[in-house]
């Protein structure tokens, strides 16, 4: 058993300790990785691992929960204790973390209540998740013979809301679960944000990326002590349209160095790793931003677990602190491949792949998560019976963005806020009676950040209006994660202007890490081996997706690409990643 403590110092088994930690998100490296990312961490010279723990991973569908796999989190703490590492754990209900809605689950939105908040409703839900969370997590911590040194309590809650009766009762819950090494915040340095997110008996902490001393300074003049930043951002994420955002390594690894030389720090991140499936958050001030597949961050290790300049850097610095020679680098696990162009099998329009689907009928349109979806695509459509011609069409509590399509071609494509405006045809579209008008409707990522957090239905919630008069009457159908990585294609003829998937196989014959080039694509999802990878956009900047080799296997690998915008090209499979144009920022 151990036992650690925060005074003036951060205190373990009565010695002082300085924690040198890194994050490392579980949930986006895949199992058989583990091990050599957290080897990486050691070897960089960090003390600690640190990890978010989202909710909607644990708990996707209400009441159904999941432990397993690449969520196997107790395995993942475990693996760090292995290699003699100390964690910290932040299992808030909300992460943030350019993660889908926070780590909130999407189920949440089915229902009236107010978010991150007091509110008896929503505290029912967190309470459920942690009676099945924190049993897992307290045979960890130190005190039980573990290595959890401490855990947080929400995150980042002054920059969202003042609600400290909500703070009281998220660190009541995890007190009564088991849960007994000490609890923390951790804020932006500004004043406000500390006095709305902050609690007595909760050790606060700072994020930032620059200017250590004068962070510093600030958490002296608010009395902090032990200090500490939590998430010292040595990088930044990348949204579709946007540069890849880097850091320079050298201003970095000087501010990295000045808060060692002021308290404990951990590296957000020291590896990114990649938001598999379509967990990619966004952000909206005005405009909506969705983020990438890759999490890359231009941390210290990339994406594919490589070392880069950022790593070396952020080592030296530690040596140079330290009298005890750091572990040598360990061995990749395995080299980078190139497997060439894959093979196209079959294709066929995307909506012939829907017809087996449920089918929810509908008087006006209902969102996603009304009809139990969280993620992907949902269509809508309905016969025009009264039309001779298309003019104008409005749509209501619409996100995020929108493809109308006539008889399964696509007519008009709007996103976020111009789905606030007429679509306007003109000249008019001739219709004749029964043809059918559908909405093919993708949820881009829900926002993780920000004011418009409560605001994340997805698909339609409102009404439909055709030429200035409401339509009533809709059938609705789901393509979510499951169905984007499985669906079965059968050839058939793709019209142009349609929405297509297809099926490629590719040879592996010696397993390698490797990158799936989409660049002669459009926009859409790619599957491999019935794994979702995540999403491409030819607007950039992530040009190339990785694929790491568990998710391979020798002989025969198959992809399904689902591709909305009517240009298609061939996958290639690459050994060398391309995120695109950099566009250096500070954090």
């Known amino acids: 058993m151990g036992d650690f403590r925060i005074s003036r110092d951060f205190m373990l088994n009565g010695e002082k300790i300085q924690l040198i930690s890194g994050s490392i998100h579980y949930f986006r490296v895949v199992p058989e990785y583990w091990y050599h990312r957290l080897q990486m961490l050691r070897a960089m010279g960090c003390n600690t691992v640190e990890t978010y723990i989202p909710w909607n991973f644990h708990e996707p569908r209400k009441g159904k929960f999941d432990f397993s796999g690449i969520r196997d989190v107790e395995r993942f703490i475990r693996t760090a204790k292995e290699l003699g590492l100390y964690a910290i754990i932040r299992p808030s209900p909300y992460i943030c973390a350019e993660w889908e809605f926070g780590g909130l689950p999407a189920w949440l939105l089915k229902e009236d209540m107010v978010i991150r908040s007091r509110d008896p409703r929503y505290l029912h839900h967190v309470a459920a998740y942690y009676d099945h969370l924190l049993p897992r997590l307290a045979p960890l911590q130190i005190t039980q013979g573990g290595n959890i040194l401490m855990m947080q309590v929400e995150n980042e809650y002054g920059s969202y809301g003042d609600d400290k009766e909500y703070l009281s009762a998220l660190a009541s819950m995890m007190r009564e679960r088991g849960i007994d090494v000490p609890l923390f915040t951790s804020d932006g340095p500004e004043p406000e944000m500390m006095s709305c997110g902050t609690l007595p008996g909760l050790h606060p902490t700072c994020n930032f990326g620059s200017k250590s001393a004068e962070r510093a300074s600030f958490m002296e003049d608010w009395g902090i002590s032990p200090k500490m930043c939590m998430e010292f951002w040595c990088g930044w994420f990348d949204h579709w349209g946007k540069d890849h955002m880097v850091t320079d390594a050298k201003a970095s690894a000087k501010d990295f160095a000045e808060m060692l030389d002021h308290g404990s720090i951990n590296i957000y991140m020291f590896h990114g790793g990649t938001s598999f499936g379509l967990m990619n958050g966004a952000n909206d001030f005005g405009t909506l931003n969705a983020d990438v597949t890759s999490y890359d961050y231009d941390a210290p290790l990339s994406e594919e677990g490589v070392p880069t300049d950022k790593y070396r850097m952020f080592r030296h610095a530690v040596q140079q602190r330290t009298a005890t020679l750091l572990p040598g680098l360990p061995m990749a696990p395995v080299p980078f491949r190139s497997y060439g162009r894959a093979t196209l099998v079959s294709s066929m329009p995307l909506l012939q792949g829907i017809e087996r689907q449920v089918v929810h009928e509908m008087l006006t349109p209902q969102s996603m998560e009304m009809v139990d979806q969280a993620y992907g695509y949902i269509f809508y459509r309905a016969p025009l019976n009264h039309e001779e011609s298309l003019r104008t069409i409005h749509l209501n509590g619409a996100a995020d963005r929108v493809q109308v399509m006539l008889n399964g071609r696509v007519i008009a494509t709007r996103m976020d806020r111009e789905l606030n405006q007429a679509i306007v045809f003109d000249p008019p579209i001739p219709v004749n009676k029964g043809d059918q008008l559908g909405f093919l409707v993708e949820n881009m990522g829900r926002v993780n950040y920000g004011p418009r957090l409560p605001l994340q239905r997805k698909g339609i919630a409102g009404q439909i209006f055709i030429n200035g008069h409401q339509h009533f009457g809709w059938e609705a159908v789901s393509l979510d994660e499951n169905l984007l990585a499985t669906m079965a294609v059968t050839q058939?003829?793709?019209?142009?202007?349609?929405?297509?998937?297809?099926?490629?196989?590719?040879?592996?014959?010696?397993?390698?890490?490797?990158?799936?080039?989409?660049?002669?694509?459009?926009?859409?999802?790619?599957?491999?081996?019935?794994?979702?990878?995540?999403?491409?956009?030819?607007?950039?900047?992530?040009?190339?997706?990785?694929?790491?080799?568990?998710?391979?296997?020798?002989?025969?690998?198959?992809?399904?690409?689902?591709?909305?915008?009517?240009?298609?090209?061939?996958?290639?499979?690459?050994?060398?990643?391309?995120?695109?144009?950099?566009?250096?920022?500070?954090?």
Do not use: C, H
């Not at 142009?496 to 590719?506: A, H, I, R």
């Not at 992530?542 to 591709?563: M, W």
């Not at 915008?565 to 060398?576: F, K, Q, S, Y």
């Open 492 to 587: 058939a003829e793709v019209p142009d202007q349609t929405p297509v998937v297809s099926s490629y196989t590719f040879q592996v014959d010696e397993l390698g890490d490797t990158w799936l080039d989409m660049s002669g694509f459009g926009k859409g999802t790619v599957a491999v081996n019935g794994f979702l990878l995540g999403r491409f956009w030819n607007i950039g900047p992530q040009k190339r997706l990785y694929i790491p080799s568990p998710l391979l296997k020798s002989g025969e690998n198959t992809l399904l690409v689902v591709e909305t915008e009517g240009v298609r090209g061939n996958p290639v499979l690459v050994d060398v990643p391309d995120l695109g144009e950099a566009k250096e920022i500070v954090t």
